[in-house]
């Protein structure tokens, strides 16, 4: 239809004007002029010193040669300039990742369980207690402002205030708060929580059935053992 001659013009139609009497696309024209190409496809751009199965031939005697497991595309590419083969560092990549030589990367350490469910308000008082940090101007210059709250009561359990802003005395309201509720801190206070608490009920026992024997064997009633020993 382009080289169609027009009555008016003698001349021909041209391919953009019936491409634009069609509304179509010039380039979908030629296109599907020109036959599909049998043939494999050739990564476009140069093809460097050597070809892809050469090039991946050194890559491996690079790999084989050295005496760790693995290495990365930087170090193969610097190995391969030093014994004169050229080509780019973004090649070595594709070579290596196609054919899995790249070093195992790090997938990370193992996480442990996740540190709540989606909340940090716990059911009980004395289950979770949060700290944190502010500065206030003194008249002595800046000082840091450390608090502990509980997360289920948002009571204050401690609070202290310090010069400088170290994890020794980010600890200090955590103490207080465990001096004003659990009684003490001290060194060695918990000592009796890694002592098994069924040998440890056992011997309560035992000591308590022996002082019942006692009471009885003294004249004490029975009924009365039980209130002083059971009592609230």
């Not at 036959?35 to 050469?54: H, L």
């Not at 790999?63 to 030093?82: I, N, Q």
Request: with cysteine; proline share 6%.
């Amino acid at each position: 239809m382009s080289r169609t001659i027009s009555p008016s013009s003698r001349k021909p139609y041209g391919l953009a004007l019936v491409c634009r009497v069609w509304a179509a696309s010039r380039a979908t024209v030629y296109r599907h002029r020109v036959p599909p190409w049998a043939g494999s496809r050739r990564r476009p751009g140069p093809v460097g010193s050597m070809p892809d199965a050469a090039l991946l031939q050194a890559i491996r005697a690079i790999l084989a040669a050295s005496p760790f497991h693995g290495e990365g595309h930087r170090k193969v590419w610097a190995r391969l300039r030093v014994v004169g083969v050229r080509t780019a560092k973004r090649r070595v990549l594709r070579l290596m990742r196609e054919n899995d030589l790249l070093a195992p990367s790090r997938v990370g350490s193992p996480r442990g369980p996740r540190s709540h469910n989606g909340t940090i308000i716990p059911q009980t008082v004395d289950t979770m207690w949060g700290t944190d940090l502010t500065t206030t101007i003194t008249g002595e210059g800046q000082a840091a402002v450390f608090i502990a709250i509980d997360h289920c009561s948002a009571e204050c359990v401690g609070i202290h205030a310090a010069r400088r802003a170290t994890r020794f005395e980010a600890l200090e309201p955590i103490r207080q708060g465990v001096r004003d509720y659990f009684g003490g801190f001290a060194k060695n206070i918990a000592r009796g929580l890694a002592v098994p608490q069924k040998p440890l009920y056992r011997r309560m026992d035992r000591a308590l059935a022996t002082l019942r024997a006692r009471l009885e064997t003294n004249g004490v009633s029975r009924e009365h053992v039980r209130s002083v020993l059971y009592a609230s």
